[in-house]
């Protein structure tokens, strides 16, 4: 566990600078995010990040955009990209990935051959105001954005002139989304002392004035908005009706994620926004979101040092990521939504490897879905002395612990509470066909925490202040066969033999395995069974 990890400085790899502890954040289910990369190459904060199917791009308040390769984060020849001359607010890959587009507090909108590093054009609004917020199209086609001037402009991306400004708000446009059909525009604004007013516009029919406004839709202001790329019909052929729906999520200073089902008649003034469900959890405002691009996740970061993570599609949260020093100003998913990248003012941006691990789980041999927990013992039955329980009580309780799938044959072999306490491992195998290991263990450590006399006791299996070097990367539990991988990191035996059978790249790095090789560390399993010995 403890291994050099690369640190990228302008470009360059210091392996000589040792980071001692891998981060790692086990959501709600099995899905772990793990910083697998941190860039710390600008010299102030970084203000934003967007992914492309090859590149990341980010951007910083040092003037600078930088281009780095997705398979090992190196910088791009072409990067940095120098031109602007004040703080960088926003950055946008075209939909081919060949283009770039910056906002800055110069006024300027910027695109930038990817791959030359040139700038193929600097942009202003007629104002020339700071420019905070950009957007492509979904086609490509267009760009919208924001500024201090109160005004969205809608830009022509192959000629490279303004179609036309927008024109509604009160305060400056910190918020500007294409809908996913590319014909409609939401723009957010600050919102001053009071609430900030979302606005919609046509985007494709040419109709000067805002389709409708929703007033006060954030108290002192809206941060962010984002559609989602696939509720409702968000990626859907067309059909006869004209009708399209959308889920659209914006975050503002009240610490809210706010979720709002978008409904527009194509071709007509009539929209309707009407909101849907509020996401607390945040302790500070919000000032950015993104829905991942398979529509299952929503990440959102803020002012209180956290980027979280939402299940887009029950509004449950997932995961809170706190491993910044200040506060995470942006955040972004890869094409494939895989990792998500944040961005901060501590200068850093973290690269974060998203795993569900519920299928590795599932059939892994030694670990399952949890140890029993005291609330699922507590029952009338779990009072009483085990060897009274009757054959009813015993179904009840592995029903409680997940395995009802072998309640018929604990029925079959009348397994009552003196059975049970006399269950073998080969009993559990071979008379009533437990042939999980995993399911096996988790039976004999449910009995183990039944027998407690005091239910008020029982407490997890586990210590509670086990430390982070002892637990798998893949399963976060503590290691009983630590062996390293060829990418350098340690893991438990049987979790990484399950995970190269699936995936042929690190869980850890990204980077494909050289070998399938695997070394016993013995000097971390012997410190791992002292401490479980004095635990």
């Known amino acids: 566990m403890f291994v050099s990890r690369p640190k990228i400085f302008h470009g360059k790899d210091f392996r000589s600078t040792f980071v001692m502890s891998d981060a790692r954040v086990r959501g709600d289910g099995n899905l772990v995010a793990s910083n697998i990369h941190t860039i710390t190459a600008h010299e102030a904060e970084v203000t934003a990040v967007a992914f492309s199917k090859n590149a990341l791009a980010t951007c910083s308040s040092d003037k600078t955009v930088r281009l780095w390769g997705i398979k090992d984060y190196t910088e791009l020849p072409s990067s940095p990209l120098l031109g602007h001359k004040y703080y960088i607010h926003c950055c946008a890959f075209s939909p081919s990935g060949s283009t770039l587009a910056t906002c800055s507090n110069d006024g300027t909108l910027k695109f930038w051959d ?10 202003s ?3 020339k105001c700071a420019i905070r917020v950009l957007q492509f199209s979904a086609d490509g086609s267009k760009v919208v954005t924001g500024g201090d001037d109160e005004v969205a402009c809608l830009w022509n991306v192959a000629e490279k002139k303004i179609i036309r400004s927008l024109k509604g708000h009160d305060e400056s446009v910190t918020s500007a989304a294409f809908s996913p059909d590319d014909n409609y525009i939401v723009t957010c604004s600050s919102g ?3 609430g900030g007013d979302m606005l919609v516009w046509d985007a494709q029919f040419g109709h000067g004035k805002f389709l409708t406004r929703v007033h006060d839709c954030h108290d002192l202001g809206v941060s962010c908005c984002a559609f989602s790329p696939t509720y409702g019909t968000a990626g859907k052929p067309s059909t006869s009706s004209s009708i399209n729906t959308f889920l659209l999520a914006t975050g503002g200073k009240d610490n809210l994620v706010k979720l709002w089902i978008f409904c527009g008649d194509v071709g007509s003034v009539n929209v309707t926004v009407k909101l849907e469900t509020m996401l607390p959890g945040h302790k500070d405002s919000i000032l950015w979101l993104c829905f991942s691009p398979d529509g299952q996740f929503i990440a959102s970061c803020s002012l209180d040092k956290t980027a979280r993570l939402w299940n887009a599609r029950t509004n449950q949260a ?3 990521i706190d491993d910044h020093s200040s506060y995470v100003a942006f955040c972004a998913f890869s094409s494939d939504s895989r990792y998500l990248a944040t961005a901060s003012n501590d200068n850093t941006v973290k690269i974060w490897q998203l795993n569900d691990t519920s299928e590795i789980m599932k059939n892994l041999s030694g670990y399952e879905e949890g140890d029993p927990t005291s609330s699922q013992l507590l029952n009338s039955y779990s009072r009483v002395a085990m060897e009274l329980w009757t054959l009813d009580d015993v179904c009840e309780w592995l029903n409680s612990l997940g395995l009802g799938e072998y309640d018929e044959a604990f029925r ?13 491992v080969n009993d559990l195998e071979d008379t009533l066909g437990v042939a999980a290991l995993g399911h ?34 893949i399963t976060h539990e503590i290691m009983r066969d630590p062996v390293i991988a060829s990418d350098g990191y340690t893991y438990d035996k049987q979790a990484i033999l399950s995970w190269m059978g699936k995936e042929p790249r690190s869980p850890m790095t990204n980077m494909v395995l050289d070998s399938k090789d695997l070394v016993p560390n013995r000097t971390l399993k012997m410190m791992i069974q002292k401490f479980l010995q004095k635990s």
């Open 114 to 123: 990817v791959k030359s590093g040139d700038c193929l054009a600097s942009l």
């Open 125 to 127: 609004h007629p104002s």
């Open 192 to 194: 001053g002392d009071m």
């Open 318 to 320: 997932i995961i809170s």
């Open 412 to 424: 079959k072999n009348a397994i009552d509470g003196k059975e049970l306490l006399a269950l073998s």
């Open 440 to 473: 096996r263990n988790k039976i004999l450590r449910g009995r183990s925490l039944a027998q407690d006399k005091d239910v008020k006791m029982i407490r997890s299996t586990e210590p509670t202040n086990t430390p982070e070097e002892f637990l798998c990367p």
